[in-house]
């Protein structure tokens, strides 16, 4: 075990999978001399060379678009895109191309690869470097869309992910890159795809939550529990395909939902979600499912913390839950 | 000297089946198509044939290729089974793509067959990353990437040239100009016609020439290919052709003349070629590769005809890797 933040675990699964698997390549935006912008390639540079730790030009439909090549052929690219922001050039390959490629050739093409992306509010970037897309990729077919809390989940998650058969959005919440810290193996492990956490048990209320949102959940828990309200929180870590299971297993106890997310409110992945709730498990509902999310307007650059689903938007709507 | 004509009409007879396949396996599918049994798009290469025949030629079996939308023909050239491709066209269980796909997704692992793409330029880049990869792995392979002059304003084509400039990767680019965009002429759509002088800009070498004849197709683009193979450079390619058929099944191709689509017509490669080989080969060979290549044409539309449709229950395990539940 190393006590890691984000950044470290997420260079660690990098440099343990380029060290196992010599197809495995990283290509980006200032990923290689640099280091990339948040130092999560950092070194790598130097261990593996120029031929598996590749600068790009601002590029990124040529970036995603030669990824999509490389695993055509076999290898396992894990391309960075710089902020998520910067991902919608390269959408059109990612929902024409990537998502398609086993369906359209008949299963003959599987195209695998692992975008990683940081994602989400909290360094005053505005709507350039701050906005939440999960949901412009979960809705297409094809695509798994993963986003972890910690470095222990961040590691075992982009192992998992880039040894998974399908391509996968990996969203690294910027927030927390190194906020967030704890204590990570050194040997080899994953985290499965498709499998919720529950952070925090409880019986009055569900909390769904992810990336950096699951500690503002968390905190609006504790200050309910002041209050008598208990909250189980669940920390999706996968976002599709989503652990329903223990979603439904959680509310069938509750019958109390609140989602937290980032991305604006409407077609937010809350709704998908709410919508799931409504069709498995309507009848134990004892309150409206609750979406405490960010604004239907751009992501501001001086209201970001009024913007962002904090603790303290996030209570008034757990106790009113509870209270219904 | 006698003796390395002979060669040399044995070989174009090859390169004019081929060509003649490609024509008639589209002729049978047009007329399917009319009978509503091939739905959706079809996107027919005929009077192109020549560039891709000529083309692939120049290629062994593991080196790859990928294309646009007007893949029939390509396909077939790269070694596809013309049943496996008309069955696709029809929407059935034994094509290429297991019928999922249609007109638009030539795909064929054993022939290394990367693909129909059905985004004007979005494939350009996957043929860079296909490149990249025989260079990272030394295996000695070339990338063909075909894509049409429309596709010359767009994003994909100047990001991909960009790195295979860049990174000097194993990579041919063959712009297949047949002058239209759609239903829009050159001249109106790029303020430089010449498609091949994009090249200069990313610092590569190009080429430029009429499809008239399918051995001079053959003979330059394989330059462009020993550059790949040998130097690791790419090139681009203008290969300057005309297509006889609208852009797509519904396009009946009104904004060019018929005088200009007869003139075009008399220059028909595969005509070209029929004529070299009446002139210098036997007509009984002749005669029967042509009787060969109506019974190949007929099987393959039977093949199709016989076929069963996919059944729904593929569409998820297609999808991911295993079905999963939501």
Not at chain 1, 156 to 179: C, H, T
Request: aromatic content about 8%; charged content about 25%.
């Amino acid at each position: 075990m190393t006590q890691m933040n984000m950044v470290q675990a997420i260079n660690s699964a990098l440099r343990h999978e380029m060290k196992r698997d010599d197809r495995v390549v990283v290509l980006g935006e200032d990923v290689g001399k640099v280091g990339g912008v948040f130092r999560v390639t950092q070194g790598l540079f130097d261990e593996f060379g120029d031929d598996r730790v590749i600068d790009t030009p601002l590029s990124e439909g040529g970036i995603i678009g030669c990824a999509i090549g490389m695993a055509l052929y076999g290898l396992v690219p894990v391309p960075e895109i710089q902020f998520s922001d910067f991902i919608f050039p390269a959408y059109d390959q990612i929902v024409s191309e990537l998502a398609k490629f086993r369906y359209r050739s008949g299963g003959e093409y599987p195209s695998k690869l692992v975008i990683r992306t940081p994602v989400g509010g909290g360094i005053r970037g505005g709507h350039y470097h701050s906005q939440s897309p999960e949901s412009l990729f979960i809705h297409v077919a094809g695509l798994k869309v993963v986003c972890p809390s910690n470095p222990h989940d961040a590691k075992g998650l982009l192992l998992a992910s880039i040894r998974d058969p399908d391509p996968v959005l990996f969203f690294e919440p910027k927030r927390i890159y190194r906020a967030a810290k704890g204590d990570v193996p050194d040997e080899d492990y994953t985290v499965p795809i498709g499998k919720a956490a529950i952070s925090r048990e409880g019986k009055h209320v569900t909390m769904i939550a992810w990336g950096a949102m699951l500690y503002e959940a968390l905190a609006a828990a504790d200050q309910a529990a002041e209050q008598g309200v208990d909250c189980e929180v669940i920390d999706l870590r996968t976002l599709w395909p989503v652990d329903i299971d223990t979603i439904i297993e959680s509310v069938k106890k509750t019958g109390r939902v609140v989602v937290v997310h980032e991305a604006p409110k409407t077609c937010g992945f809350g709704a998908e979600l709410i919508a799931l709730i409504n069709e498995k498990a309507f009848l134990h509902l004892e309150a409206p499912p609750v979406r405490v999310t960010g604004f239907d307007t751009p992501f501001p650059y001086t209201l970001e913390n009024e913007y962002l689903p904090l603790a303290h938007r996030i209570l008034p709507a757990v106790l009113e839950t509870a209270r219904y | 000297m006698l003796g390395r004509q002979t060669m040399d009409h044995e070989h174009l007879a090859s390169l004019y089946r081929q060509m003649l396949l490609i024509r008639r396996l589209e002729e049978e599918a047009a007329r399917a198509y009319a009978m509503g049994k091939i739905g959706g798009f079809l996107h027919l290469y005929i009077g192109q044939e020549a560039v891709g025949v000529g083309a692939c030629a120049t290629l062994t079996r593991d080196d790859y290729v990928v294309t646009t939308y007007r893949d029939h023909g390509i396909a077939i050239a790269k070694g596809m089974a013309p049943g496996a491709m008309m069955a696709e066209l029809y929407g059935k269980a034994t094509g290429c793509s297991g019928g999922l796909g249609g007109s638009m997704h030539m795909f064929d692992k054993p022939n290394n067959m990367l693909g129909g793409h059905g985004i004007i330029g979005g494939h350009i880049p996957l043929g860079v990353g296909a490149a990249f990869a025989s260079k990272y792995n030394k295996d000695g392979r070339v990338t063909l990437c075909f894509f049409g002059d429309g596709a010359v304003s767009i994003q994909g084509f100047h990001e991909g040239v960009s790195l295979a400039a860049l990174w000097k990767l194993p990579i041919v680019f063959i712009c297949e100009n047949n002058e239209y965009s759609m239903g829009t002429p050159l001249s109106r759509t790029l303020s430089q016609t010449d498609v091949s002088l994009k090249a200069v800009g990313y610092g590569i070498p190009h080429d430029r020439f009429f499809a008239t004849d399918v051995l001079e197709v053959e003979q330059r683009i394989g330059q462009a290919v020993e550059r790949a193979r040998n130097e690791s450079m790419p090139t681009l390619v203008e290969v300057r052709t005309y297509r006889f058929r609208g852009h797509s099944m519904s396009d009946p191709g009104k904004y060019r003349t018929a005088a200009e689509l007869e003139e075009q017509k008399q220059k028909d490669p595969l005509i070209q070629a029929r004529l070299k080989l009446e002139l210098g080969w036997d007509a009984a060979k002749l005669a029967a590769l042509e009787a060969s290549v109506e019974a190949e044409v007929e099987a393959a539309v039977k093949f199709a005809e016989d076929s069963p449709e996919p059944d729904a229950s593929v569409l998820e395990p297609t999808t991911y890797d295993g079905p999963f539940a939501s």
